[in-house]
């Protein structure tokens, strides 16, 4: 499969803080990758490292096939980047600002601006300082999609827009990104806009990427599992390992199991659970498996921890 950004090994660190390690990532070519992870993952220092905004420690990162540290203006035209940081001229008219970005772009296709606009709803003469948030995001997008670029990276473009402009904006992006055929990198805390969109969904935890698949595969191997026994449970001492957020009281368990498959996963709880009463097992959210992968990463993490730590005390 081509890829349109291929990180190896990447590290970059900020004084003592490592904000990435050894991250390795490929965006594969016309899809809707997802970037999801905790304040403080790595997104945004892994995004700039990738655009050249910021200088990696180590590693390597190819982005359209080249050097990530060697892209020029020519690369540049073929990337369409928008930020929640994205720093607008605010003094411009909407008009003035589209006509300042013009010229930079030899591809630059009027028509297509001009469909952006009418579906953005975009006015001419207002100065962007005078627009809402929601209506700066979409003049930014505007201005990065006009000229039809081959990669599209967004980096928290919801952030603060109300649900009504979100709906638009990603209606807008899924048609665009369906008829030109674009790849996008998005990184985003609104897991219910991302699901709409997304292709493939990479996890990054502690500047670390524990899961990197298609979101079709994911949605299938997940469940949410509620059982009810006949006794009280007495806990089993060795759960499978893809029983993840284990929980219990009295009569009942839930957890969620992460290599769902019916077969298997009723003959496991008849082992773990012989008197079992009923089984409930539901389909879960992207925002339910983001959840309950980040407790189990964060429980991972201190486990390390906390054995690193009896190492250094025996």
Request: proline share 5%; glycine share 6%; with cysteine.
């Amino acid at each position: 499969m081509k890829t349109v950004i291929d990180i190896e090994n990447l590290e970059k660190q900020f004084r003592k803080v490592k904000a990435v390690r050894g991250l390795s990532l490929r965006i594969p070519e016309g899809k809707v990758t997802a970037f999801l992870g905790p304040n403080g993952a790595g997104k945004t220092t892994t995004i700039q490292c990738a655009l050249n905004l910021q200088t990696c420690d180590q590693g390597r990162i190819n982005i359209l096939g080249k050097d990530s540290q060697k892209i020029g203006p020519e690369e540049l035209r073929q990337i369409g980047y928008v930020s929640e940081n994205q720093e607008l001229p605010l003094w411009m008219t909407v008009d003035q600002f589209l006509n300042y970005c013009r010229p930079m772009y030899p591809k630059w296709d009027r028509d297509f601006e001009k469909k952006l606009r009418m579906d953005f709803d975009l006015p001419r003469d207002t100065r962007l300082r005078d627009l809402s948030r929601g209506m700066r995001m979409k003049a930014a997008l505007v201005s990065s999609l006009s000229y039809r670029p081959r990669l599209i990276i967004l980096d928290e473009p919801f952030s603060g827009l109300d649900p009504l402009v979100r709906d638009e904006f990603i209606r807008g992006l899924l048609e665009l990104t369906e008829e030109e055929g674009w790849s996008v990198f998005v990184s985003s805390h609104d897991i219910e806009e991302v699901e709409r969109m997304a292709d493939e969904v990479a996890i990054i935890h502690q500047g670390k990427l524990p899961l990197h698949e298609s979101m079709e595969s994911l949605v299938q191997r997940f469940r949410k599992i509620e059982v009810q026994v006949e006794m009280e449970i007495q806990l089993p001492n060795n759960l499978p390992s893809s029983w993840l957020d284990f929980q219990h009281s009295g009569r009942r368990v839930s957890f969620t199991d992460s290599a769902y498959e019916s077969e298997s996963l009723n003959q496991a709880i008849q082992g773990q659970f012989p008197d079992v009463e009923n089984c409930h097992i539901h389909p879960m959210s992207l925002r339910e498996i983001f959840i309950v992968l980040a407790k189990t990463y964060r429980l991972q993490s201190s486990d390390t921890y906390d054995h690193k730590s009896q190492s250094i005390v025996q």
